[in-house]
């Protein structure tokens, strides 16, 4: 009989019998950092429009976007997609929350394409008519950065237009592109399941 083994037991037990209660103290008592307030449960319902693969219309779109949920709807994943190797894959992906401390929707977003790689920080909010704004900086691996604004404005139940605009060297805001998007429920999504 191996006693290293058995006396190591009771210590094992002791971890887990002590990770038991703290599990079941946490689940009765959240504690104010767990509690969700009114306010981030609005701004995060507003990503409820948006769940879904959207690309512009056309059959075997070049590029897109899917939104899903992450946990709880308390997080939202963004992709980028692109068409590589014959279908849309992912090339950036962020995550979007609420940030108790700023008290506003925050992301991050990691892109790496053939042709880039670039990291987004920013924040995020909805304006009248379910409207998804965005502000954020875009850094560069040598360390430049850029600011950009984007707007995604619903056009009905199934298509939006998204603007984006950069902010130039001297200060100034100018438009960087316009584009249209349809709902495309036939790609699928992994945040299809959570409404």
Request: hydrophobic fraction near 35%; avoid cysteine.
């Amino acid at each position: 009989m191996n006693t290293r083994n058995m006396r190591f037991a009771p210590g094992l037990a002791l971890v887990f019998l002590s990770s038991s209660v703290w599990v079941g103290g946490h689940q009765d008592d959240p504690g104010p950092s767990a509690r969700r307030t009114d306010r981030d449960q609005d701004a995060m319902r507003g990503f409820h429009f948006f769940i879904g693969t959207w690309t512009p219309p056309g059959e075997n779109p070049e590029a897109g976007f899917e939104f899903s949920w992450g946990i709880e709807e308390k997080t939202v994943h963004v992709r980028e997609l692109r068409r590589i190797a014959g279908r849309l894959q992912p090339i950036s992906d962020a995550l979007v929350g609420w940030h108790y401390g700023e008290q506003e929707l925050v992301f991050h977003e990691f892109l790496s394409d053939d042709a880039k790689e670039v990291m987004y920080t920013g924040r995020m909010w909805f304006e009248p008519g379910d409207v998804l704004a965005r502000e954020f900086r875009a850094f560069d691996p040598d360390g430049t950065s850029r600011a950009y604004r984007e707007r995604f404005v619903p056009n009905g139940m199934d298509a939006w237009t998204h603007h984006i605009d950069y902010q130039d060297d001297d200060g100034s805001w100018k438009p960087w592109g316009r584009f249209s998007g349809v709902r495309r429920p036939e790609l699928g999504t992994s945040g299809e399941t959570g409404k």
